[in-house]
């Protein structure tokens, strides 16, 4: 079974940095496509990062080009988010994510709360 374990949320303050991991399991994690995505309260669900299978091309949500860096160690089965100059707006559960044969997994969310 696909299994995706978000892990390296916590509370900051603005202008801190925080790196978040991604444990997969149960897929072939070295050939999919992976994205993390985030949902904050009374918004919707935004797509922040996605990385090719052997980490070539990464794209970014223009919210957080320049601050954030996505990246994956194969051998380990990992995916990192690596998260500079946090702001308020960045407040929300981060959700490691695959699409594999048409179905979409998601783990259960690594809560990132930037306050002062």
């Known amino acids: 079974q696909v299994q995706l374990v978000e892990s390296g949320g916590g509370l900051v303050q603005p202008g801190g940095s925080l790196r978040l991991s991604c444990a997969a399991s149960?897929?072939?994690?070295?050939?999919?496509?992976m994205s993390w995505s985030r949902q904050a309260p009374g918004k919707e669900r935004e797509l922040v990062a996605l990385?090719?299978?052997?980490?070539?091309?990464?794209t970014y949500a223009d919210s957080v080009k320049g601050r954030f860096s996505i990246s994956r160690d194969n051998a380990k089965n990992t995916m990192y988010l690596q998260m500079n100059s946090l702001k308020p707006d960045d407040t929300a559960v981060y959700y490691c994510?695959?699409?594999?044969?048409?179905?979409?997994?998601w783990g259960k969310g690594a809560l990132v709360t930037v306050s002062s």
């Open positions: 990385i090719t299978s052997d980490g070539s091309i990464t």
């Open positions: 149960g897929f072939a994690f070295s050939i999919h496509v």
């Open positions: 994510q695959v699409r594999r044969y048409g179905i979409d997994y």
